[in-house]
């Protein structure tokens, strides 16, 4: 036995050394020579059949696209055993793709110099240095049709500058009182106004978006339409069946058509002014209808059916089986058509307008609250000066109504409010459409600062859509302006507290409450009050259906609170949030306003 251990060691080693020998031959050539990252890939890129230069080591990079164009960028394999790519934008994460080439369509993130970096990925998972490819985008086009309603008097509405498609009016006229500056106004009854061709295509993407205050809510009212022979392709409107706006499409152009319609979810707000948006996007076949920038709903149009309008774009009435139909109401302002879809930002910020010093916001509602006149209905009513919303104004002791105001030695004439129930002074609707950002601004005088009230408040019997009150406490008071969603049980406050030491509680001051939409988040969207433009105090909350209903009311409570004691004078409401400057003009002499 001893003897035959050499041999089993022999035969041992000799297999070891086979099997090395096997494993060694069976090994890739990277266990002796490491594998070498591949190099830097080329990118290339086009827009619209047109190559684009890299701007990453030039000393000018002038813009070449506009936001939200796609660029065509082709990765190419500079080394072999290449597998595929990884790319980012700033501030996004890496994508991979696979292929030695790769042919990309990429819509650059953002405005301004934008780096797409890319690398190539080996077999290995290795992956090269970067190679950057640097675009200049430029703003994304901008309207092929833009009205403003500006023009104050004549037959016809200028585009926009550098457009060339100017409106032919036929029986409407213009107004002064828009809601960003003056605004077209048809009577429902043969008023509109005609461009000559359909200056958008649409069967291609597409966007409108106008403010609108519509005067009637009983019938058909078609605010800009784009007609063919029979009937139009596309109508943005109200639709007196469901009680909503609505933007419609139909199948083809033939009368009676199949009629492809997306819907607001709340109803129009009578004689206030709402901001509305359709958007169509061709390739996905999706149209979107929005309404103070928010989305109401969308649906999938089969894209045989999105067919090319050839006849002119119409404001105020549409082509409805052969015949002019559906003529509209009330006024409209700002009204603009892309040949694009409105990017999410946009949508936002369209609901609200800017200028340098600020939004632009238009004037709702002027009462001067300085007399009541008896009209031949035997009503008193306290005039309003922008629309004729008048107030009515009843439960004031004694036959003449106009003893409400009285004379004050700093305003003059003004409106006061002894905390009777009985008093009322009331417009029997809303003026703003409260989903929107709004302003009320009040002239108040506190007579009994111990005593708390509403001073001012739209809504039902039962639930305000948003109240304006004050509340007395132990060094003083505080005023607060309350806000509540549609169904809510709860209300979100602003509250803004004033001091009798400071002498806050004396005399005349410019209360301003507001709510503001957020331009960016809703769940940021704003409640906030300010005391002769100091002392802002707020808060913020996701306002998913605020309440839009009920009365405007002056001085009385709903089904809870106190009659206000008080003098009050020059109520505004606004649509929109009026700047700092705006509000000084329309309140000279304010404190806050400077000298």
Not at 69 to 87: H, I, L, P
Not at 186 to 208: E, H, L, M, R
Not at 302 to 330: D, E, I
Not at 402 to 427: I, M, Q, Y
Request: aromatic share 8%.
């Amino acid at each position: 036995m001893h003897r035959t251990r050499p041999k089993r060691r022999t035969r041992f080693t000799l297999a070891l050394a086979a099997a090395v020998t096997l494993l060694v031959t069976a090994l890739p050539a990277y266990a002796a020579d490491p594998p070498v990252p591949p190099t830097p890939p080329t990118v290339t890129a086009t827009h619209n059949g047109q190559p684009l230069q890299n701007c990453w080591d030039q000393p000018r990079c002038p813009e070449t696209v506009r936001l939200g164009e796609k660029v065509t960028f082709t990765f190419a394999a500079t080394s072999a055993d290449v597998t595929g790519f990884e790319y980012s934008w700033p501030g996004q994460g890496a994508i991979s793709v696979e292929g030695p080439t790769v042919t990309l369509e990429l819509e650059p993130p953002g405005k301004g110099r934008r780096d797409l970096e890319v690398r190539s990925v080996n077999s290995f998972q290795q992956r090269s240095s970067s190679t950057y490819f640097l675009l200049n985008v430029g703003p994304p086009p901008g309207p092929v049709g833009s009205w403003g309603f500006d023009d104050g008097s004549g037959s016809t509405a200028a585009d926009g500058p550098g457009l060339t498609h100017p409106l032919t009016l036929t029986g409407a006229s213009f107004e002064a009182s828009g809601r960003l500056h003056g605004a077209l106004a048809v009577d429902g009854a043969d008023d509109y106004a005609s461009a000559t061709g359909p200056v958008v295509d649409t069967a291609q993407s597409f966007s409108i978006a106008t403010w609108v205050r519509p005067a009637n809510l009983s019938k058909l009212g078609v605010v800009a339409a784009v007609n063919g022979v029979n009937t139009a392709s596309v109508g943005l409107g109200y639709d007196p069946s469901s009680k909503r706006w609505v933007l419609a499409r139909t199948s083809a152009d033939v009368r009676r058509p199949a009629l492809h319609t997306v819907s607001s979810k709340e109803l129009p707000v009578l004689g206030a002014w709402s901001h509305l948006l359709a958007t169509y996007d061709a390739p996905s076949g999706v149209a979107k209808l929005f309404v103070n920038g928010r989305l109401q709903q969308e649906l999938t149009i089969p894209a045989a059916q999105a067919w090319q309008a050839t006849g002119p774009l119409t404001v105020g009435r549409a082509l409805v089986n052969g015949a002019p139909a559906g003529y509209f109401a009330g006024s409209i302002d700002n009204l603009q058509v892309w040949q694009r879809v409105l990017r999410p930002e946009e949508v936002i910020e369209a609901q609200a307008p800017r200028e340098p010093d600020g939004v632009i916001a238009g004037d709702a509602a002027h009462w001067p609250l300085d007399t009541a006149v008896r009209g031949t209905d035997r009503v008193w009513r306290s005039p309003e000066a922008i629309r004729g919303a008048d107030l009515t104004v009843s439960g004031f002791p004694g036959a003449d109504q106009s003893n409400a105001f009285v004379d004050d030695p700093e305003r003059g004439k003004v409106l006061e409010l002894t905390g009777s129930s009985r008093a009322s002074v009331v417009l029997n609707r809303p003026v703003v459409d409260a989903s929107a950002s709004f302003e009320v601004a009040v002239k108040v005088k506190l007579t009994d600062p111990t005593k708390p009230g509403v001073l001012i408040r739209q809504g039902t019997a039962g639930k305000d859509s948003w109240r304006l009150a004050y509340e007395p406490d132990a060094d003083g008071g505080r005023f607060i302006f309350a806000r509540s969603n549609a169904g809510a049980t709860t209300e979100t406050v602003a509250t803004l507290k004033v001091y009798a030491d400071f002498g806050e509680l004396d005399g005349w001051h410019l209360l301003t409450a507001t709510y503001r939409l957020s331009d960016r988040n809703p769940a940021d969207d704003r409640i906030s009050l300010a005391f002769d433009l100091r002392s802002r105090s707020g808060s913020s909350t996701t306002f998913t259906a605020p309440r839009r209903d009920g009365a405007t009311t002056i001085g009385t409570p709903g089904s809870t609170g106190t009659p206000f004691t008080g003098r009050l004078d020059n109520l505004r409401i606004y649509a929109g949030t009026p700047s700092p400057t705006r509000t000084c003009t329309d309140y000279p002499g304010t404190d806050g306003c400077g000298s």
